[in-house]
């Protein structure tokens, strides 16, 4: 059984940072392909931006050049620094990985999402 547990969101004020913290832990052969996701109320989950297991990051068009992700494969977890925060990026934000949990079995995870809230 594989858990992934996020931390770090709460309440800012516009032009503020947090930063995310998602710890995948349990029965862990490797961690891939970790992602955060957000959904606003209303809306639909959308993909913020994905890190390999090698380091490569991509991320959605809203976030470029405010959100930046990185890893620590060795504690493996991922992390979302946000900076320059919009009321627009308020949501549950959640942490998704792809992991091995033997060298033949790769399952998909879940967080439980963390509330990030931008307001004044």
């Known amino acids: 059984q594989v858990q992934l547990v996020e931390s770090g969101g709460g309440l800012v004020q516009p032009g503020g940072s947090l930063r995310l913290s998602c710890r995948a832990s349990?029965?862990?052969?490797?961690?891939?392909?970790m992602r955060w996701f957000r959904q606003a109320p209303g809306k639909q989950r959308e993909l913020v931006a994905t890190?390999?297991?090698?380091?490569?990051?991509v991320y959605a068009d809203s976030v470029k050049g405010r959100f930046t992700i990185s890893r620590d494969n060795a504690k493996n977890t991922a992390y979302l620094q946000m900076n320059s925060l919009k009321p627009e990026d308020t949501a549950v934000y959640y942490c998704?990985?792809?992991?091995?949990?033997?060298?033949?079995?790769?399952?998909?995870?879940w967080g439980q999402g963390t509330q990030v809230t931008v307001s004044s």
């Open positions: 890190i390999s297991a090698a380091g490569f990051t």
């Open positions: 349990g029965s862990i052969f490797r961690v891939n392909v």
């Open positions: 998704n990985a792809d992991v091995l949990v033997s060298a033949l079995i790769r399952n998909d995870y």
